[in-house]
């Protein structure tokens, strides 16, 4: 019977693999005759500032989107939890005989930009003809003869976090009409405009518009593929916590000389908490951080061991001689860490002196997996300070809180969330991944959660429904970072991936 049950899976694969080659012919066909089109969409929507520093901006590419989704015959609507919060475009476009519906998530703003660091004006975009790293040429891809060359790579802010994706879809669409091919499914579309601003509108548009948004299914199109540029799924992401912590010393700066060894040093007192908290490994030390921790399932184990070895390359891509953790790249990243972002204590260089400094400062992120939480990560960190004679503030201490405690550290949370993962064995994770496959034309990275955090949780708490990430965008296209940029393979691979996924998606 065994044997049975797997001839007939492998045969009903073949029937669709079958049946999805028409599909992705055509749609590869159109969106070969179609490159400049689609870069120039991508061009088109990357010049709108949509960032937060620029709320006008915002409402421009709102409507901006609108019409590029009523342009194909989606009823639309622009979704707003108050007076001066940023749209949500909403796309909808039935399929008749459809069983299922699949809403496809996107965000539209950008992160902020300091102009100075950009090599050129981050609204202005600029197709090169590779990362800065390889010292590109600019290419006037306007008057150049497509086929494009898939190395090629356009930069601006947003280009690839998530405009990309946004293109990705609207040209997955057009495929699949031009060709003669319709949606399996209902499409329902969420494009939001604050999601670099941590979504602190998101649960209230999804709890008002509970009833327009109910699906089957939602599909993430945000983060990177796996570095190894294969078309990749996730499943989950890591949620995320910030802290600010400041070790105090002495009221003013004291000479080292008259006063080393007998003053406690804030830069030293701080480093020494640092490698209290963590081992050089990236292991927590701190008792009861992980204690809430979710094991992996066999589904999970298994997607791991078959992903594709990329630590080495990397290793020569970062300049890095070493790793931590020992378990290869994708499995450290699927348990808590702990990451220190930056540390200020006196001066160096040329602004060094011989003085014990007043304080020092470490900004901390915290990653978080399921089934942690930002209440339980708090409580075992502040105990742990506790156990080691820290007396923790709110507030910068008065002298008669430093003469009352010879420990003293002020902390500064975020609110933080929580992390995700969906079940790698539900009937929709597989489908999606048969389907995903079937595009390739070969098996997909499958990630049982990403490394990086996006508020996935939002929807699970709100909506209780299917999740999974559909990323496009190239690793190693400098998201949040100057100089953002997208490679053109990835957009091509995109496209097809979205028209896959409308066109050939059943369970």
């Not at 997955?172 to 499914?185: E, N, Q, T, W, Y």
């Not at 690793?475 to 490679?487: G, I, L, T």
Request: neutral net charge; proline residues 7%.
């Amino acid at each position: 019977m065994r044997t049975i049950g797997f001839a007939a899976l492998f045969a009903l694969l073949a029937v669709h693999a079958v049946s999805a080659a028409p599909l992705n012919r055509d749609v590869r066909q159109w969106r070969m005759q179609h490159e400049a089109e689609i870069v120039g969409q991508l061009d088109d929507l990357t010049r709108i500032a949509s960032i937060a520093a620029e709320p006008a901006k915002l409402d421009v590419a709102a409507t901006a989107l609108e019409g590029l989704l009523r342009a194909r015959g989606f009823d639309t609507h622009l979704l707003s939890a108050s007076a001066g919060a940023p749209k949500v475009v909403f796309g909808r476009y039935d399929t008749p005989g459809a069983r299922r519906t699949v809403v496809f998530y996107a965000h539209y703003d950008g992160q902020p930009v300091t102009r100075s660091q950009w090599v050129s004006d981050p609204f202005i975009p600029v197709m090169r003809t590779g990362p800065l790293a390889s010292k590109p040429s600019d290419v006037d891809w306007r008057h150049a003869k497509p086929p494009f060359d898939p190395e090629w790579r356009l930069y601006g802010r947003a280009v690839a976090d998530d405009k990309a994706s946004i293109v990705a879809f609207l040209a997955g669409f057009d495929a699949l009409k031009a060709s003669g091919h319709r949606p399996s499914v209902n499409l329902r579309v969420l494009w939001e405009g604050e999601e670099e601003a941590g979504s602190p509108h998101l649960a209230e548009v999804l709890r008002a518009n509970a009833a327009l948004l109910k699906a089957d299914l939602w599909l993430i199109g945000d983060g990177p593929v796996h570095q190894s540029r294969r078309s990749t799924l996730y499943f989950g992401a890591r949620g995320s916590m910030g802290l600010e912590a400041t070790v105090y010393g002495p009221v003013r700066a004291l000479h080292d000389g008259h006063y080393g060894n007998w003053v406690p040093n804030p830069a030293v007192m701080a480093a020494e908490l640092i490698t209290a908290m963590r081992d050089d490994e990236g292991h927590i030390l701190v008792p009861g951080f992980s204690d809430e921790v979710r094991p992996l399932s066999r589904s999970e184990t298994a997607a791991l061991a078959a992903l594709p070895p990329v630590e080495e390359p990397l290793k020569r891509e970062f300049g890095i001689g070493r790793t931590e953790g020992g378990e290869g790249l994708t499995a450290s990243t699927l348990r808590p860490a702990i990451n220190v972002r930056g540390i200020r204590s006196g001066g160096i260089g040329a602004e060094a002196n011989n003085a014990i400094p007043t304080e020092a400062s470490v900004s901390f992120d915290f990653r978080l997996v399921p089934n942690q939480t930002p209440d339980g990560v708090r409580s075992s960190v502040e105990t742990f300070l506790a156990a080691r004679g820290w007396t923790v503030c709110d507030r910068t201490p008065d002298l008669a809180m430093r003469l009352a405690h010879p420990r003293l550290i002020k902390l500064t949370w975020d609110m933080g969330y929580p992390g995700f993962r969906a079940d790698l064995d539900a009937p929709v994770s597989k489908a999606v991944i048969a389907a995903a496959g079937r595009t390739a034309g070969r098996p997909v990275v499958v990630l049982p959660m990403m490394g990086g955090s996006v508020p996935i949780y939002v929807f699970d708490a709100m909506l209780k429904t299917a999740l999974i990430g559909l990323p496009v965008v190239n690793h190693d296209n400098s998201q949040h970072a100057p100089n953002e940029n997208m490679r053109l393979q990835n957009l091509w691979d995109g496209v097809e991936t979205y028209a896959g996924l409308m066109g050939d998606l059943n369970w």
